[in-house]
């Protein structure tokens, strides 16, 4: 019996090409957001806040502006990824909880309750889990000390047969 492995056999390459375009992608959309917070300037951000019935608006609304556009830069470059993918992950959730948790799943509205929320947790939570791909600092930091304690850098992950 003929199988598709070919279809579905695990490329390191574009897998860490995938990582890394997920990284780039979901670290300018944070950046974005946070950048247009802080232009329009942090009051409105603490009124939306306020609105929305966030605990401790103007604390939380400068957490959350920080987070998108501190951890969107260091989701760019690739710097400590995991992390990073971890602390937007929590921050996701937490704006979730915040704004949307009471809130029922499927409505008259077309899609899902706080739809973005769950992408961009998702999306980091992948990065905390997988890392961030070849092309970052990170890869780089750990090309650099893997050569001075005699490792090969650059490394193709060891895949795991089930």
Not at 27 to 51: D, E, Y
Not at 54 to 78: C, K, N, Q, T
Request: aromatic share 10%; net charge neutral.
């Amino acid at each position: 019996m003929a199988t598709n492995d070919h279809l579905t056999a695990r490329n390191p390459l574009t897998t860490q090409l995938g990582l890394t375009i997920l990284r780039v992608f979901l670290g300018a959309m944070l950046t974005i957001q946070g950048t247009q917070k802080i232009l329009a300037g942090p009051q409105g951000c603490v009124a939306n806040f306020q609105a929305m019935g966030a605990p401790l608006p103007e604390i939380s609304s400068w957490l959350v502006i920080l987070g998108e556009f501190g951890l969107g830069i260091a989701l760019i470059f690739g710097v400590f990824t995991r992390v990073a993918g971890g602390l937007a992950a929590l921050m996701m959730f937490l704006i979730w909880l915040a704004t949307a948790a009471g809130d029922p799943l499927f409505t008259d509205a077309p899609g899902i309750t706080a739809g973005s929320l769950w992408f961009y947790f998702v999306a980091a939570l992948v990065l905390a889990f997988a890392g961030g791909g070849t092309l970052s600092v990170d890869k780089i930091f750990a090309a650099i000390t893997a050569k001075g304690r005699g490792h090969a850098a650059f490394e193709e992950p060891q895949t795991v047969t089930v």
